[in-house]
């Protein structure tokens, strides 16, 4: 589970430290997001969950009036260094946002609210009628080589799997059932709801290692589902972890890069 208090704090700060390795994950999927967004030029546009400002700055180079909001203020000092959009350090489920807006856009940040119904819903009243949605979110974990990829290869040395989080705990995975997302964004007022799957492979990696599997097996043990498994853990077991990892990656070393399978929704919509 990651809330918002682990993004005001450790996550967003881990995650502030690893933004070389994020954007080649997440931009992929993110990429076909924005496409499914439209034209957006002249357009007010909110960017929930914004980050580093990546997606922020992808909305305002096709000429969109952005504004992008995250809760982690290290993300956002990032944001802000790169300019192009204006930034919110703000809860997007409860603060005040601004607006109104022609567009709300969300990369992976659509699934960490505490109330989802309540968080989408004060989103919409920041929106025009008519505005469009597009939410970007991953589908299961066992279809994302990003988390199921090294949690398979160390299952033997990870000792006892604890059980999964009930259904809709916030987290990564906490929309990859439609029929979990599809009802809050319902009850939140949304309307025209649509939705598909997308695959793309993404890139795994982090720091300046010349070995890119080294450099995937860095951005493992310290992002997505093992490295929290790996918190606590004595060096020697996390270098055995480390080890086991690497041997996985081989079979997905093409050329300079370690690439993984990824699958999301594309979620669209209007206020």
């Known amino acids: 589970m990651v809330n918002k208090l682990d993004w005001q704090g450790s996550v967003g700060k881990e995650w502030s430290k690893r933004m070389d390795g994020l954007d080649p994950l997440l931009g992929p999927v993110g990429d076909m997001g924005i496409t499914a967004l439209g034209n957006v030029a002249a357009k007010r546009v909110l960017d929930v969950g914004c980050g580093a400002g990546s997606t922020s700055r992808a909305l305002a180079s096709l000429a969109a009036n952005v504004t992008g909001v995250d809760i982690s203020q290290d993300l956002l000092a990032l944001a802000k260094q790169q300019g192009a959009a204006d930034y919110i350090l703000a809860n997007a489920a ?24 309540a968080g989408w ?23 994302n080589g990003w988390a199921s990829i090294p949690i398979k290869a160390a299952a033997s040395l990870l000792g006892e799997m604890p059980p999964p989080p009930p259904a809709g705990t916030p987290g990564p995975f906490a929309w990859a059932d439609p029929g979990f997302f599809a009802p809050i964004l319902e009850n939140a ?8 799957a997308v695959e793309a492979h993404a890139v ?17 043990l310290r992002i997505g ?32 890069a370690v690439r993984v399978p990824t699958k999301a929704w594309i979620i669209t919509g209007n206020a």
């Open 94 to 117: 409860v603060d005040p946002l601004g607006g109104p807006y022609d567009a709300v856009f969300s990369r992976c940040g659509a699934m960490f609210f505490d109330d989802a119904v």
């Open 121 to 143: 819903a004060h989103i919409r009243n920041a929106t025009v009628q008519g505005g469009n949605l597009v939410i970007v979110c991953w589908c299961a974990a066992q279809e």
């Open 189 to 196: 007022g949304w309307n025209n709801l649509a939705w598909r």
């Open 204 to 220: 795994l990696t982090t720091g300046d290692d010349p070995d890119p599997v080294a450099r995937a097996v860095q951005f493992t």
């Open 225 to 256: 589902p093992l490295a929290r498994r790996l918190e606590g853990m004595p060096p020697e077991k996390r270098t055995e972890i480390a080890q086991v990892v690497a041997a996985a990656y081989q079979e997905y070393l093409d050329g300079d």
